[in-house]
């Protein structure tokens, strides 16, 4: 009953076991002895879809201690180390477990999604501890956090994950992650110093555009997921970016800003094409605020060899809708000659800012001259 027909060769159990299970009273169990194997598939007699390649575990009375025990979920193998111990009240644990990586749609293919009939999680079940996970990446659809390490705590009222080691696009994270009945709400808290942006943000724009040099980022998030409710419009928070030395090829905006100052003869071609030479900087930082799933971007500069680009407004992260006033200079070296030009740079300033407004949407961005006070 144990080696099901379907087990792979090489499978053993041995040791000197024995249990009291009550099954009126499962907290009241005992166990006593030692137990190992391999290759053991009898939890699928029981609907549990988990099959033990590696077992190692002792017992005494209320408490079980895990040496060793290596389990496939779905297309994931699965280290565990640790005990639990069983009292009247509840049944508490603290495990190790560590693996490649999981993916959460198998893990739903794998036990199956929960129907609206079956009814609410059972958050009352008497379990409570913890497991400290190192797994090498997570993946939800395209999202994938590479690596995640987190510690897991089990209560009476719902579910804690702190992230201590976690990166998404290459972007460093901590944070923590709360889940209790009707809801999740999630706190991040982005840090990456030095950072090569290349593969940073053709993983964050799906390869879309590119963007090169170094970058540092800082900030926190909050948010929630309820069910019925868009969790961008939960977002919370403030975000501080910044980069140098590099060149961005193929961004809407900037391109359409440059393509829209060419055709009204303001720059007349003198500026490098947007997806092939790409647009060269010295700096670029931006820092901005989040209420509401609106993001207010309260500096925004753009400093490049040929072109100065300042800014501010608001982009609504739901609808991807833009209300951007800008300040544009093209004429970057003949600036910088009458900006050192004692007399003629008080007089003048800065010769050319051209005003813009942008509206329309991240995807399709549109720009015209702005003739009101900046």
């Not at 280290?79 to 739903?108: H, K």
């Not at 509401?292 to 680009?309: A, L, R, S």
């Amino acid at each position: 009953r144990i080696f099901i027909t379907d087990s792979p060769p090489g499978n053993w159990l041995k040791g000197n076991f024995r249990a009291s299970l009550r099954f009126d009273q499962p907290m009241h169990s005992t166990a006593q002895g030692t137990l190992e194997g391999k290759n053991l598939r009898f939890l699928q007699r029981f609907g549990i879809p988990l099959f033990v390649d590696n077992l190692s575990l002792s017992a005494e009375g209320s408490r079980v201690a895990v040496q060793e025990a290596k389990i496939t979920i779905g297309d994931s193998h699965v280290l565990l180390e640790g005990e639990a111990i069983a009292s009247p009240g509840v049944l508490t644990f603290d495990m190790d477990a560590s693996t490649d990586g999981l993916d959460w749609e198998n893990l739903q293919k794998t036990f199956g999604a929960p129907g609206a009939e079956e009814g609410a999680p059972a958050w009352d079940l008497p379990v409570q501890g913890t497991v400290r996970l190192r797994s090498g990446y997570f993946r939800y659809g395209r999202h994938s956090v590479e690596p995640a390490t987190a510690e897991i705590v089990f209560g009476k009222s719902g579910v804690a994950v702190t992230a201590t080691e976690a990166a998404y696009c290459g972007i460093p994270f901590t944070g923590t992650l709360r889940a209790t009945p009707g809801e999740m709400a999630f706190e991040l808290r982005p840090n990456a110093k030095d950072g090569d942006i290349d593969s940073v943000y053709g993983c964050l724009t799906e390869n879309k555009a590119r963007m090169t040099g170094r970058f540092d980022l800082a900030g926190e998030v909050t948010g929630r997921v309820r069910e019925g409710e868009n969790p961008v419009r939960s977002l919370r928070g403030n975000l501080d970016f910044t980069a140098r030395n590099g060149r961005i090829y193929g961004t809407t905006l900037l391109g359409r800003i440059l393509s829209f100052l060419n055709v009204t003869e303001v720059l007349r071609g003198r500026l490098p094409d947007m997806s092939t030479e790409g647009l060269a900087y010295i700096s670029f930082s931006t820092r901005g605020k989040i209420q509401d799933g609106i993001g207010t971007i309260t500096e925004y500069v753009f400093d490049g060899t040929t072109v100065d680009v300042v800014a501010r407004g608001r982009i609504d992260l739901v609808t991807r809708e833009l209300d951007l006033q800008m300040r544009v200079a093209p004429f970057k070296t003949l600036n910088w000659v009458v900006a050192k030009i004692p007399l003629l740079g008080r007089i003048l300033g800065t010769l050319v800012h051209v005003p813009v407004q942008v509206s329309g949407t991240t995807e399709d961005p549109k720009v015209s001259l702005r003739f009101l006070p900046f």
